[in-house]
């Protein structure tokens, strides 16, 4: 019997996965990235939360919150094979405490109900079969503090169980994964121009640096940023309106004699978040400041790949000095000396305007997952890293079936 050969476009966490789990069923896997290595845009530059609903209250039916339990509660399950197991509880963050300033989206009373109905979705939900929100059967409910000084800023304060999980300590481990396979040929610094179709066929996939690679048995676009342009060679334009961000994310490395601040995400409008791991690294950005450019074109501008350093050290500064007001415990991460890293990387989403416009669609990320767009071509709206080990299990019975 012929043995299938599948292309997979983009070696994000949604590609990487993917051509993993081809590979263990015995398929053969052609994984394409235009960057010198894998796992090196979005999916290792963001806050890593496992995301439990939450930031997606303004979904008022919950659909949002419905898909990202989905994906919360089989993330580990699908992850597990290529993490070790031993150190996954170290490179956890603390439960994410969850503020809300005076000028945010919905007043505490709605937060709470909200709150309230999607930890009854979430309890649900861990009731099935395997299901576990790393490692956790049951989750304490979402609680509501003791309402903080109105000269902070703030009106109310949440405890939730959310977490987020270190995104280098998991894209370092499958990367390391994706060379072993001898099933997976991995081809970087290759940049994917077009699709051409096939009569009966999948189509083939035309390159700058290698011309024209094909035959397969399927292609699969995981490339976010070039999602749209890439379905569209095909014929296939988008189904709502749509917006690419460039968004900087921020990273510091804390020595382990200085405290490390809250975990907290403000919530609900143009504020930012900051995670601190186990593993003594802090995650922090600022969304004023930190979303650097929108674009509502098929794909982003060549310009946002090349952003200056000096330019995301300054914005990282504004971002801590924004953030500092809300947040306890910030000031050591302004010291000079410590080891910090600034990337800015592309987000994509359905919707326009922004995150403070109630009615945007970018409160919803219900409208993602794996669509088979045409026979032996699927493409994959990742949607947050939260659902990517669930998509690429979706994806996988797909293509084998």
Request: with cysteine.
């Amino acid at each position: 019997m012929k043995q299938s050969h599948h292309c997979i476009m983009g070696a994000g966490l949604q590609g990487a996965l993917l051509a993993l789990k081809l590979a263990e069923r015995g398929a053969d896997v052609t994984l394409i990235e235009r960057a010198d290595a894998p796992l090196t845009g979005a999916s290792r530059f963001n806050e890593g939360k496992v995301h439990l609903g939450y930031i997606f209250v303004k979904d008022d039916v919950r659909r949002t919150a419905r898909r990202m339990i989905e994906g919360a509660v089989s993330f580990l399950d699908e992850l597990s094979p290529f993490l070790p197991q031993r150190d996954i509880e170290q490179n956890l963050s603390d439960p994410l405490l969850y503020k809300v300033p005076a000028d945010s989206l919905m007043p505490p009373e709605a937060l709470a109900a909200q709150y309230d109905a999607m930890d009854d979705m979430i309890s649900d939900a861990l009731m099935q079969g395997t299901a576990n929100y790393l490692g956790q059967r049951r989750l304490p409910r979402v609680r509501r503090l003791p309402d903080p000084d109105r000269e902070t800023g703030l009106i109310a304060e949440f405890q939730t169980a959310e977490q987020a999980i270190d995104p280098d300590f998991l894209c370092d481990h499958l990367t390391a994964a994706l060379l072993h396979p001898p099933r997976i040929e991995l081809v970087t610094q290759t940049t994917v121009m077009a699709l051409h179709r096939q009569d009966n066929r999948p189509p083939n996939v035309v390159t700058a640096q290698h011309g024209l690679l094909g035959p397969f048995d399927s292609v699969t676009n995981c490339t976010w940023d070039s999602l749209l342009h890439l379905d569209g060679t095909l014929g296939h334009r988008p189904r709502l309106p749509h917006l690419h961000r460039l968004k900087l994310a921020n990273t510091v490395t804390l020595p382990s004699d200085i405290p490390a601040p809250e975990t907290v995400t403000l919530v609900l409008g143009p504020y930012g978040d900051v995670v601190r791991y186990r593993s003594n690294r802090v995650f922090y950005s600022w969304y004023p400041t930190g979303c650097i450019d929108r674009s509502e074109a098929l794909a982003p501008p060549q310009s946002w790949r090349d952003m200056a350093p000096e330019r995301n050290r300054q914005l990282a500064l504004d971002a801590l000095a924004q953030l500092d007001p809300f947040v306890g415990g910030l000031a050591p991460l302004r010291a000079s000396d410590l080891p910090a890293r600034s990337n800015a990387r592309v987000i994509f989403s359905w919707g326009t305007g922004d995150v403070d416009q109630p009615d945007s669609l970018l409160h919803e990320r219900f409208r993602i997952g794996p669509r088979l767009l045409e026979p032996g071509y699927l493409s994959i709206d990742t949607g947050k890293l939260t659902t990517a080990p669930l998509f690429a299990a979706q994806a996988l019975e797909m293509l084998v079936a």
